[in-house]
Every structure is written in C-alpha cells, then in structure tokens.
C-alpha cells in the first residue's frame, strides 16, 4: 500500500483546492439534474439521477479521497442546506454511500489512459452506490421504519420495485452519465489539465496488483461504513434525525430560489478553477526561471 500512496503528488493546498472543485462543480451540477423533467414508461420512471461523471473524472485524475468527499459534501451543502432542507442522519447515509462509492472508483485506475480500467471503476462506482441505497431502502421495509409504497404495473414487492429502480438507475444514469463522459473525459484530459491547475499527473507508469488495490482493509473500511450509513438511514426514518430541519419561508419565496444556489457553486467552482490555472502559471514561471 505504500506504493500504491505514490500516485498522489498533491500539496495540502492542493488537496484542498481538488475538494473544493469537486464540492462545487458536483454540487452545481446536482442543481441541474433538479431542473431535467423525468419521462415515464409506465411503471418505470427514467430520470437523470446525477452527473456522476464530474466526481469519477476528478477521482481518477486527481485525488479520490478529496474528491469524493468534496462531492458528496457538495450535494449535501448546495443539494439540500442552501434550498432549506436537511434531513440531519438520512443526509449522513447519502453521504457516505456515495463517498465510499466514488473512493473506490477512484482507487480501482491506475492509468488513466487505459479506457477498461476507466470503464470498469466508473460502473463499479454506480453499481456500489446503487446498491448500498437500494439494500438500505429494502431493509428499511423489512425492519418495518419505512411503509412500503407499491408502483402500479409491478409487483407487490419491494425486492422487485426496488431492483427495476436499481436497473434504472444503474443502466440509465449509470451509463449515459456515468459510462460514457467519463471513457471520453479522463484519456484525454489525463496529462493536459494537471499542468494547467499546477499540478502534476497522476504516475501511469506504476502497474498495482489486484491485492494491493482491493485490500482487506479497505474492504473492511468499506463495510464498515457502508452499516454505519444503513444505520444513520434506519435512525432518520424512526424520528431521531437529530438536527432535521426544513425551512419553511423557502415556500413563499418560490421555486426560482433553485438558481441562488446554481449560482453560488457555479462562483465558487470559477473561482476554484482560477486560483488553481493562476497558480499553475506561477509554478511554470518559477521552475523556467521567467
């Protein structure tokens, strides 16, 4: 594993800046999948349930720890606190579903180049997240803290609603924008953008074994997290979400609030973006001594 902590040749403040990046673009672009109407088929339902793509390309090109969280915080700031609702513990097994998800992803390239590699962790990053929602939304019924709401035109059966909704979102989302921008993204920006943002890419050069991406301790990590998350959801759902709150004046204000935040992750990611190209020219400048 200490070889496998060579790839990431971040500074602080630059683990710093990829977080903030990835809170903000992820979180801008959690704003738009609000604004994308669902199309019915039935009893399926097909609709955009995130731009995955943002958070996979900046695990796999950046640092998927910073990442990933950065991502998850952003839904969770810009998605749901500044429209005025938090849903306290629920909020807490988003988080770290989705977190651990986008981490691995992340942990599974170890270059960027190599689209089977890129294709696979971008898919295993959906299928893990989807399937940590859809076994929590299932124990949920079966613990009996959550009514079981039924689809007209399916079964009577959770296990059956709850597999076409990961079906959906997993085939839907999953590869329309999960797959396929981040096949297109990652080669051809892997050694491109890191300069520009003064950094430096990530060491294609270094081949990892299966054990030492898949370690025990990260799958131990994993599980870990991913009972703490069903945990937090159970606890939510049986009225001790501690910190819920929704604010309720949001109401009178209207649904045009949305683009207050819309706008506020969009300021921030620019400006990410800029400090990161305006302090990528000064590394330039000072190492060719202009």
Not at 95 to 105: D, K, P, T
Not at 125 to 134: K, L, N, P, Y
Request: aromatic share 10%; proline share 4%.
């Amino acid at each position: 594993m200490a070889q496998l902590r060579q790839r990431y040749v971040l500074t602080q403040s630059q683990k710093m800046m990829v977080f903030i990046l990835s809170m903000s673009l992820y979180g801008l672009s959690n704003m738009i999948t609000e604004l994308i109407p669902s199309v019915r088929l039935g009893p399926i339902e097909l609709s955009v349930e995130y731009f995955a793509f943002i958070p996979l390309t900046l695990c796999i090109l950046f640092h998927p720890f910073y990442a990933a969280i950065g991502a998850a915080l952003g839904e969770v700031i810009f998605g749901e606190i500044m429209l005025g609702q938090f849903g306290g513990l629920g909020e807490l097994e988003k988080f770290i579903g989705f977190s651990l998800a986008m981490f691995i992803a992340g942990t599974l390239v170890n270059d960027p180049k190599n689209r089977r590699q890129v294709g696979i962790a971008a898919m295993t990053g959906v299928i893990i997240h989807q399937f940590i929602s859809c076994s929590v939304d299932i124990a949920k019924v079966w613990i009996g803290v959550e009514e079981f709401e039924a689809v007209p035109g399916l079964a009577q059966s959770v296990m059956v609603v709850e597999g076409v909704a990961f079906l959906n979102d997993v085939l839907f989302s999953g590869i329309l924008f999960a797959l396929l921008p981040t096949l297109y993204l990652v080669p051809r920006l892997y050694g491109k953008i890191e300069p520009l943002l003064g950094m430096k890419p990530r060491n294609n050069k270094m081949k990892y074994s299966l054990g030492e991406i898949i370690a025990p301790r990260l799958i131990v990590a994993s599980i870990i997290l991913a009972v703490l998350a069903a945990v937090a959801e159970f606890l939510a759902e049986s009225d001790m979400a501690l910190i819920e709150w929704d604010a309720d004046f949001l109401d009178s204000i209207g649904g045009w609030f949305i683009w207050v935040s819309i706008g506020t992750a969009a300021v921030v990611a620019c400006l990410t973006i800029w400090l990161l190209v305006r302090k990528g020219k000064r590394s330039r400048a000072a190492e060719t001594g202009i």
